[in-house]
């Protein structure tokens, strides 16, 4: 990664850093607090407008000099508004916890060298979909107190939309399905076909290729999800989540759907639905936890007859 790559980088740190109620000698000083892998990248971003080099140390948790050298004066950098210089300490591959980078009074937050720091990313990441889930209470047993909340939206059903917050007209349609399961989108707790559709997609192709490979990713009981130990991959499982919701979406059989796009009605039983949102959320934006009060729900589609 060259210098300009960094800086942008640590420019975003730097916005970061202003939200925070760090010591001004940390405030400074920015790197990746979580650490780095020996045989990787190393790079700092240090406010100052010292116009030349700046010396740097590197120190253990002790005290002691691991390895020096001096920063790149970068001048201002446009996205923090701010005079920066550069330190790149690639070539240390010492191994430790406790770790800090040193220029003059500055100082960096402590962080760690070690070949394992990103071995649970994948497994951390993948939490978010549970964290996601509508129609079932998130359990503390398995995203900690902090982030538990009781069930919402089950049963989860709707109708068809018939006139927007917009004013335009959608006819609605005369059948209601129940949509509950599915991945909440975001705060104002719509659920998407498309959105969802990609990652489903993108999960299943994941699966599909480290099995072929030889060792499907997530086995059972790789998550902290409820269905782990049922023998099925935790990765099916929690896709299937998502899968229920989507094939709810589908027009009944017997029934018609013109989107707003169409020309002419289509025999449309068996497609799904895009969308399925509060009824008024473009104005009222929920964004309260799961479970409080909100506009009722309904399916966005342009009209529908059996």
């Not at 503390?140 to 917050?165: K, N, Q």
């Not at 030889?214 to 929690?238: K, M, Q, T, Y």
């Not at 929920?286 to 009722?296: A, E, F, L, Q, Y």
Request: hydrophobic residues 40%; glycine residues 10%; contains cysteine.
């Amino acid at each position: 990664m060259g210098f300009a790559s960094w800086v942008w980088i640590g420019a975003l740190a730097l916005t970061l850093a202003a939200c925070a109620t760090a010591p001004a000698s940390t405030q400074n000083l920015h790197l990746n607090q979580h650490g780095f892998l020996p045989d990787g990248g190393k790079y700092a971003v240090v406010v100052n407008d010292a116009p030349s080099a700046l010396g740097w140390r590197l120190r253990d948790r002790d005290g002691r000099t691991l390895a020096e050298g001096q920063t790149t004066p970068f001048g201002l950098n446009a996205g923090s508004g701010q005079h920066v210089h550069g330190v790149d300490f690639s070539h240390v591959t010492a191994q430790g916890a406790g770790l800090t980078l040193h220029v003059g009074a500055a100082a960096s937050h402590p962080f760690a060298i070690a070949p394992n720091l990103y071995d649970k990313l994948a497994r951390d990441a993948f939490a978010f979909f549970y964290h996601q889930r509508a129609s079932i209470a998130i359990e503390a047993r398995h995203v900690g107190a902090h982030w538990a909340r009781p069930i919402a939206h089950a049963p989860d059903t709707a109708g068809c939309v018939e006139r927007d917050t917009l004013g335009n007209q959608w006819r609605g349609c005369p059948y209601t399905l129940d949509l509950s399961r599915g991945w909440y989108d975001a705060g104002d707790h719509g659920k998407y076909v498309v959105n969802g559709g990609i990652s489903v997609w993108t999960l299943l192709n994941f699966y599909e290729r480290t099995r072929a490979r030889g060792a499907a990713v997530f086995p059972d009981g790789a998550l902290a999800i409820p269905e782990s130990g049922n023998g099925v991959n935790d990765l099916l499982d929690e896709v299937r989540w998502q899968m229920d919701f989507m094939l709810a979406m589908q027009v009944p059989e017997g029934c018609g759907l013109i989107c707003r796009w169409a020309i002419k009605p289509q025999r449309s039983m068996g497609c799904a639905s895009p969308m399925w949102t509060p009824r008024a959320w473009r104005i009222t934006r929920c964004t309260t936890k799961p479970g409080r009060p909100c506009p009722p729900r309904r399916i966005l589609i342009r009209k529908s007859g059996c």
